[in-house]
């Protein structure tokens, strides 16, 4: 057997009100590895971590850490203990600058302030050190998202760390930026730390773990050498049974044009441009693609579609007739489908009930409701019918929407925009934070609404679901479309470095239409 | 074909576990406001006992001392019709996350606008001239709650700040009002002239005070209700409370919302200070209401935001209000102490709401 490990999990438990997020967790990481953590969304990977770095207590069960059982109570023990953990969401202060972010929460402010210059000389002796890129006085208002994971990664560095665990490091980021990303953790395992890397991407967890540990539902299914398996083997792991990353479709039939934005600009609600004159058609029975890293006006622009952000210029026409500016009563009235991008704040009301959130924009619409009262039966039949057509998991149509896990409320929220027969869809996330058996049924309840007619917009920042479903793909970037490419994994590269805003080595293909 | 058969097997069970679940949780709704007044009443009764006062005694006395005969079941009615009221609209507003704590200045202007209404326009019959009255309350109220609803949907200004405010502007207007222009001249007193005769709320006996205001107060209860319930627009309202992004990507309209929320809960406490004036002192005075717009808050709350439920509050508000009467007048014991348990009550409903929610997890 190897030596004694260098953390060791034993029987972790934790329950949030009737979830249980982690049941019985065992897991061992080794001094100097890179272990990845794998898992679907939801698997309860993060809560796990979280646990670990002092941000949740366990409920039950030992961390036994260099030898001796831990337990810490904040996320500063944890530091001190040298564990540092860059989370999804980054813990940073906009407005202050990179070091001094650094040195909040440091001790006395004044013995700290005296040493800024000392601090400044470290930032850049560790970024140096690792090519991270970071400048201590830049703001981080003023930095890029990739930019400021690096800043939180040198975070951790600089407080002096042997573990560090990184929360889905790569889903804000290029295919340049994640390489440069992995390439860093082999950096940092060299110079004798351990890196646990928390992710649902197969390929990246191929490409540089050690170890790697599947979760399914709270539970740990099995750690595995990576020289042991492969992609199939670890899919097999993650759902539990064979997952068929190729949806079979048909040729699109593009017919005439339904949606048809022309020079649409607009800024973001704290008023910074957002968008920079996109163009763009979408015709009946094709299902058209907008890639990008997130923040590059994909939001404004679904906003925007929907009548929930002022256009400054440009129009917006559907079936031919300008929409622009309309508010989204009527834009919901002319046909038009939207399953947003933040389910829980936009999408759906979690305390009520699945029947009164399929009705949110019906309900004052015959037969849910006439005279102003509403009609229970209507609705409850109305739901039933929805249920049973996408699966939805649910014991009734009384329950509240907030019990059900998040596959079955992005089932329940395709259902209820399909069920209003629309022209015109746009989708934004199509399968965030959703189990894969639910991606699935969702990916393909799309293709079926292609292959009947109908005119489909995908916003995405999964290349996985715009390459599975979508007949061509336009990349954006900095609030303009970059170019289109069609949806060809042997095109990865070149879709990249779109994303990355880098138009110089890319063959524009004649638009269509 | 397994699923279909599982699915079939499992309907009866799973009907009867769905009527057990709406069943226990009815039970624990129900039962979380009855354990606070309890146990807010057992701190009561210790802390009269730390006071040198036999605390159960004391609190029996507050309960039922008022239930003595006909008339003072009448006096509790009388003082649980503008709870009710209040309680009922605020429900509304409550339910649509508009924090009105201005209830009582809304009162005031509605008595204000009773007074005026009811002392000119001579000559109408008790049948128009009554119901008019009425209607002014609640129109001036609804209109004083409008600023705050206007300001906030305007100027995303707080409603708790602007409708704390107005009920400064409205008190200290009233006292202007009663000690200058609207004046009885031949009054020693701060009062208006007197209400026309057929401008009174009519009595429900005639020797008792109790009016049918309180017959109103329960039919508005029972229909704010079923409004929030059962109409598609009290549907509209609930989700604008519950998430205004989801509701404004639903296309509702956020402000609409707020607004008619806001002017129903304001409608109601105008309505409350029309029947005071009206029903109960036929004058307007300086200190028409005792701080039932801030009570109406307790009532709500207590009844966790259901219209139905601030029926059985109003009326146990306005019980205990009645009983610290009694105790006045039989007993030593301070008034400040019945307000120490009423707060003691409030307390413990948000402690008990709280653990509600959690045992609704559970269940």
Not at chain 1, 30 to 37: N, T, V
Not at chain 1, 293 to 306: D, F, I, P
Not at chain 2, 186 to 212: C, F, G, K, N
């Amino acid at each position: 057997m190897s030596p004694k490990p260098f953390l060791r999990i034993e029987n972790i438990r934790k329950r949030f009100g009737s979830v249980v997020a982690s049941d019985g967790v065992s897991l061992e990481i080794d001094e100097g590895e890179i272990h990845a953590l794998l898992g679907e969304n939801g698997a309860g990977k993060s809560v796990l971590m979280s646990m670990i770095c002092g941000m949740v207590r366990p409920d039950e069960g030992e961390i036994v850490y260099k030898g001796q059982s831990v337990r810490f109570n904040s996320p500063r023990e944890a530091i001190r203990q040298r564990i540092g953990m860059v989370h999804q969401h980054f813990m940073l202060v906009p407005n202050l600058t990179v070091a001094e972010n650094y040195i909040l929460g440091q001790g006395s402010a004044l013995r700290v302030i005296n040493d800024m210059d000392k601090v400044h000389a470290r930032i850049r002796e560790l970024s140096e050190r690792y090519a991270l890129d970071v400048r201590p006085e830049a703001r981080i208002e003023d930095l890029s998202v990739g930019e400021q994971q690096r800043v939180e990664i040198l975070k951790a560095l600089f407080h002096g760390i042997d573990l560090l665990i990184l929360d889905e490091p790569t889903a804000v980021l290029t295919p340049q930026e994640t390489d440069r990303l992995l390439a860093l953790m082999g950096d940092l395992v060299k110079d004798g730390k351990t890196v646990v890397f928390i992710s649902h991407k197969l390929d990246e967890v191929m490409r540089v773990s050690n170890r790697i540990s599947v979760m399914r539902d709270g539970r740990l299914v099995k750690t595995v050498n990576v020289a042991d398996t492969d992609a199939r083997g670890l899919a097999r792991m993650m759902v539990g049974r064979d997952v068929r990353m190729e949806l079979p479709r048909g040729p699109a039939a593009p017919g005439r044009i339904v949606l048809s934005i022309e020079n649409l600009a607009c800024r973001s609600e704290t008023g910074l441009p957002a968008l920079r004159g996109v163009s763009l058609d979408v015709r009946s029975g094709e299902i058209v693609g907008i890639a990008g890293v997130s923040g590059n006006g994909q939001t404004e622009l679904s906003l925007a579609l929907c009548g929930l952000l002022p256009v400054d210029s440009g129009r917006v026409v559907l079936n031919g007739q300008d929409i622009t500016g309309l508010d989204p009563a009527r834009i919901n009235a002319r046909s038009v489908a939207h399953i947003p991008e933040d389910r829980h704040k936009h999408g759906i009301v979690l305390p009520l009930s699945l029947g009164e959130n399929t009705i949110l924009q019906r309900y004052n619409e015959s037969p849910f409701a006439t005279s102003g009262m509403l009609n229970r039966r209507p609705i409850r039949e109305h739901t039933r019918d929805l249920i049973r057509r996408f699966r939805i998991k649910s014991r009734d149509v009384d329950q509240k929407i907030s019990e059900l896990s998040g596959g079955n409320q992005q089932k329940l929220v395709v259902a209820r925009e399909l069920a209003r027969n629309p022209d015109f869809i746009l989708v934004n996330q199509l399968t965030r934070g959703i189990d894969i058996g639910a991606m699935e049924f969702v990916m393909e309840e799309m293709l079926k609404q292609r292959d009947n007619g109908r005119a489909i917009l995908l916003i995405s920042t999964e290349l996985e679901e715009l390459f599975a479903i979508c007949d061509r793909i336009l990349v954006m970037f900095h609030g303009e479309i970059l170019g289109e490419l069609p949806p060809d994994r042997n095109r990865l590269d070149e879709l990249g470095l779109l994303m990355a805003g880098q138009t110089a080595n890319v063959v524009q293909p004649p638009l269509a239409g | 074909m397994e699923q279909v058969n599982q699915g079939r097997e499992n309907v009866y069970p799973q009907a009867a576990q769905a009527f057990y679940r709406t069943l226990s949780q009815a039970a624990i709704s129900a039962a979380t406001p009855i354990a606070a007044v309890l146990v807010a009443l057992a701190f009561g009764a210790a802390l009269l006992w730390v006071n040198g006062f036999n605390g159960s005694d004391v609190v029996t006395v507050m309960i039922f001392g008022s239930f003595q005969d006909m008339r003072s079941v009448g006096e509790i009615l009388l003082k649980a019709t503008p709870l009710i009221l209040i309680g009922a609209g605020l429900c509304v507003a409550f339910r649509c996350s508009i924090w009105n704590i201005g209830a009582e200045g809304q009162l005031y202007v509605g008595a204000i606008a009773a007074t005026l209404v009811g002392t000119n326009l001579e000559g109408l019959s008790v049948w128009v001239h009554a119901p008019l009255v009425m209607l002014a309350g609640a129109v001036a109220g609804a209109a004083w709650a409008g600023i705050a609803g206007y300001l906030k949907v305007r100027f995303q200004a707080s409603e708790i700040v602007t409708t704390i405010m107005l009920n400064y502007i409205a008190i200290i207007l009233t006292s202007y009002l009663v000690t200058g222009p609207m004046k009885d001249a031949s009054a020693a007193y701060p009062q208006s002239a007197r209400l026309l005769r057929e401008a009174w709320t009519p009595r429900i006996v005639s020797d008792m005070r109790l009016h049918i205001g309180i017959l109103v107060a329960v039919v508005l209860a029972v229909a704010l209700y079923i409004f929030l319930q059962k109409s598609s627009r009290g549907f509209a309202l609930r989700v604008v409370g519950l998430n205004p992004h989801a509701a404004r990507y639903a296309g509702m309209n956020v402000k609409r919302n707020v607004m008619i929320a806001i002017c129903i809960s304001g409608a109601m406490a105008g309505l409350a200070g029309a029947f005071e004036v009206a029903g109960v002192t036929h004058r307007l005075y300086q200190n028409i209401s005792p701080g039932y717009g801030f009570e109406g808050i307790a009532v709500a709350l207590l009844a966790n935001n259901n219209p139905l439920a601030a029926i059985i509050s109003g009326g146990l508000f306005a019980t205990l209000r009645s009983g610290s009467e009694v105790l006045q007048i039989t007993s030593q014991v301070p008034q400040v102490l019945v307000l120490v348990i009423q707060g003691i009550v409030i307390l413990s409903v948000v402690a008990f709401a709280k653990l509600r929610d959690t045992l609704r997890i559970v269940a």
